[in-house]
Structure formats: structure tokens, C-alpha cells
């Protein structure tokens, strides 16, 4: 018999000595007619969770359940439509969320293709999710997905730093949300322009007032950006040396083609109306905006043996892994020090393809964050984990055709 949600108690919490953060939990989860699953119950450990079974059967959805409830999103970028069980009408996925010092809350996404998707937090309808949830329940996902920050394009990298300053930042998340309602609008009148062969003469100062408009956002987005950058540095290259204690070094640096001079922002957003107006007879022959932090990127690089190598183009996959790893437990470090709280971290199938030496490294550095999800192929890593975690601490689900069992 399944248990009700308003039912559930917090029973499943440790003492932790080691621990003087609060630490985020999900105690437990139910999810209906998402992907593969029909209906599903589970029960979790607040330390750590070995999801495994065969490849295609499940275990990533679990995931990406997790990550609609805590963070509004797929960490995949998937749609709620992409996740909607076949010959279904709906989804639901319910979770309990909290920590020590909090009380815990019944979380609910359901999701309607008639209606799109509802969330509620203790029965009350949350009406604007990326205010009032984004950051709330504080979340770090790591996959092979996670390479295409390092090996793709400069979108990658911006919705990655993008989300991690918006779960920190309440007014960059308002910025950024400013700036993508005044691009779109820009770009519907650049279209429109492009398509009746207009110019800038033509446009009756309309494009003009959005640049406007732009510019003071825009300025205020890359100001927070470079703000951020130099906090989060530190907690990147402090992770960096701990993964590669050789002379390498890890370097992120902000490129930003609309302002020349990143050192001084006190007439920047006057710089900026002005690029935007040079710019505005070649966007229109474009029909698209093409200045803004909507076109800039992070640069990665790797400074070994005192020379400095573009990460991209000159790395081996081994340095991307060690550059994404850094990052991802640098952002785990970062939302730990701003939200005074450890997150939840998931890993998705990150172990396969490494020696056991590795494996072993990765799993007592494990101990000291709050609670994991893991997923792999491999049972044997069990063993593994087992040598860090007590038996009382560790949940193990195996999962096989959309079906989970605890073991």
C-alpha cells in the first residue's frame, strides 16, 4: 500500500557530527506516469543513494524527477512533454523536502498538456516558479552531459553560469529575466525590418528606445557576472588544485565584445548605447540583436608548464573531465557558502570509464557533501562506497524496465 504524502515524517535524518551546515534532503518521492514509470514510491537515505541497473531502464529519470521538484527544471533541458509517459494524460511527481533546522515540505509538480504544469508547496499553488522556487531547494547535477559546458558552444557555458548566479542571486535572476523578455522583443522588430528591407532611418527611433532600455539591463547583467566570476574563482581553483596538485592551473575569464574596458563601469552603460547604435544597421541587415551579454562567453583555459592552452581546442577528454569536475564541485561549494546549506547533489553514471583507484578518490572526497544520488551500471562500485559509508547510511535501488527496488 503506497504511503500518503501528508503522512510522511522526517524519521529518515542522521546525526552528523562532521556536518555543520544544514543539510538539504529529499526523504522521499513519488512520481506517476513520468517517462518510463507508471507509478513509483521511494525512500531515501540522507546520505547516500547507489541507483544501478542496465542502461535505458530508468535510473536517469529518477534524476531528472529530482530535479523538476527541487529546481522547476529537467537538468537534461528536457520539456515536461518530452517527459510525459506515452499514451498518457498526465504526470505527477511529489517529494518530501527539507532539512534538520527546517520543516519539511510536501513539493508537487503535475503537469497537463491542456494545462501545462502546476506547482505546489504544501498545497499552495506556487504562481511565479522562478521567483519563489528557483533556488529555494538548492540542487548540483553532474553527468557526461555536463562536457558540453567545456566542449560546447558559448550557449553551454552561459546557461551554466547563468543558473548557478540565478539560484544565488534573486536580482541577476530579475536581470536575466529582463534581458530575455527585450532581446525577444528586439529581435521580433529586427525581423520585421530585415523582411520589409528597412534601415535605421526608417525605424522612428523604435529600435533606439529598446536599446535603451538594453543598455541599462545588459550593463547590469555583465557587471554581476564579472562580480560573481572573481567570488567564484576561488572556489574553482581551490578544487582544481585538489583534483591536479601539479603546477597545472585552471583559468575562466569573462569575453565580452560589447564593452572594450571591463575595469571600469562607471559610464559603462553609456559605452554600451553607443555600441548597440553602431551595431543597429547590421543587425537589422541581420534580423537579429547581435551585441549583449546574450552573445558572450566564459573562456576556459589551462596554464601548464608556464604556458596558457585554450581548453577547448588543445585539451585531451581527461582535461575536460578534470575542468568540469572542478567546476561542478566548485558550484557545490559556491551555493554551499552563499545558501548556508549543503545541496543535493546528483551524479549521473560519472564513475563508468575510470580505474578503480579513481573511483575511490571521488567517493571519500563524497563524504564530506550532504546528500547524494548516484546512478551507475555497475553494482560493484558498491563495495567501494562501502568503505566510506556505514551499511545504515547507504540506499541501494536497483532499477530494471522502469521499475525501482530497494535492496
Not at 504544501?122 to 528557483?134: G, K, L
Not at 581546442?313 to 578534470?322: D, V
Amino acid at each position: 500500500m503506497m504511503t500518503p504524502l501528508n503522512k510522511w515524517s522526517s524519521s529518515c535524518l542522521l546525526e552528523w557530527d562532521d556536518l555543520f551546515l544544514p543539510v538539504l534532503i529529499l526523504s522521499k518521492l513519488r512520481i506517476v506516469n513520468f517517462r518510463n514509470y507508471p507509478e513509483q514510491n521511494f525512500e531515501f537515505s540522507s546520505r547516500f543513494n547507489f541507483i544501478y541497473g542496465d542502461n535505458g531502464h530508468g535510473k536517469t529519470n529518477i534524476l531528472e524527477a529530482i530535479s523538476f521538484i527541487t529546481f522547476a527544471k529537467s537538468f537534461l533541458g528536457s520539456s515536461e512533454a518530452d517527459c510525459l509517459k506515452y499514451g498518457e494524460e498526465f504526470f505527477t511527481i511529489k517529494g518530501l523536502i527539507g532539512s534538520e533546522t527546517d520543516n519539511f515540505s510536501e513539493v508537487l509538480l503535475s503537469y497537463k498538456p491542456e494545462t501545462r504544469r502546476n506547482y505546489f508547496v504544501n498545497n499552495q499553488n506556487v504562481r511565479n516558479i522562478s521567483t519563489e522556487i528557483f533556488g529555494r531547494y538548492p540542487v548540483v547535477f553532474f553527468s557526461p552531459h555536463s562536457l558540453s559546458i567545456t566542449y560546447g558552444s558559448p550557449g553551454e557555458r552561459r546557461r551554466f553560469f547563468d543558473i548557478l548566479i540565478s539560484q544565488t542571486s534573486p536580482v541577476y535572476l530579475d536581470d536575466l529575466r529582463k534581458l530575455t523578455r527585450i532581446i525577444r522583443q528586439k529581435n521580433v522588430l529586427l525581423k520585421n525590418y530585415f523582411n520589409h528591407h528597412s534601415d535605421k532611418s526608417q525605424t522612428g527611433g523604435l529600435l533606439e528606445s529598446y536599446n535603451d532600455k538594453l543598455a541599462t539591463v545588459a550593463t547590469s547583467v555583465i557587471q554581476r557576472r564579472l562580480e560573481f566570476l572573481s567570488e567564484f574563482e576561488n572556489f574553482f581553483k581551490e578544487n582544481f588544485k585538489m583534483m591536479v596538485p601539479d603546477c597545472s592551473c585552471g583559468l575562466i575569464s569573462y569575453k565580452c565584445e560589447s564593452l572594450p574596458d571591463l575595469s571600469d563601469f562607471s559610464n559603462a552603460d553609456v559605452q554600451f548605447r553607443e555600441v548597440l547604435n553602431y551595431r543597429l544597421d547590421e543587425e537589422i541587415q541581420r534580423g537579429s540583436a547581435i551585441t549583449g551579454p546574450h552573445r558572450d562567453d566564459f573562456d576556459f583555459k589551462l596554464l601548464k608548464g608556464g604556458e596558457t592552452f585554450d581548453l577547448k581546442n588543445h585539451a585531451s577528454q581527461g582535461e575536460h573531465k578534470t575542468f568540469i569536475a572542478a567546476l561542478k564541485l566548485a558550484e557545490y561549494k559556491f551555493i554551499q557558502a552563499k545558501k548556508d546549506r549543503n545541496p543535493i547533489m546528483l551524479l549521473d553514471d560519472i564513475l563508468s570509464e575510470l580505474d578503480i583507484n579513481r573511483v575511490s578518490n571521488i567517493i571519500a572526497h563524497l563524504k564530506d557533501f550532504g546528500q547524494i544520488f548516484l546512478t551507475t551500471t555497475e553494482r560493484k562500485y558498491l563495495d567501494q562506497i562501502g568503505k566510506f559509508y556505514s551499511e545504515n547510511e547507504i540506499k541501494t535501488i536497483r532499477v530494471n524496465n522502469g521499475e525501482a527496488k530497494q535492496e
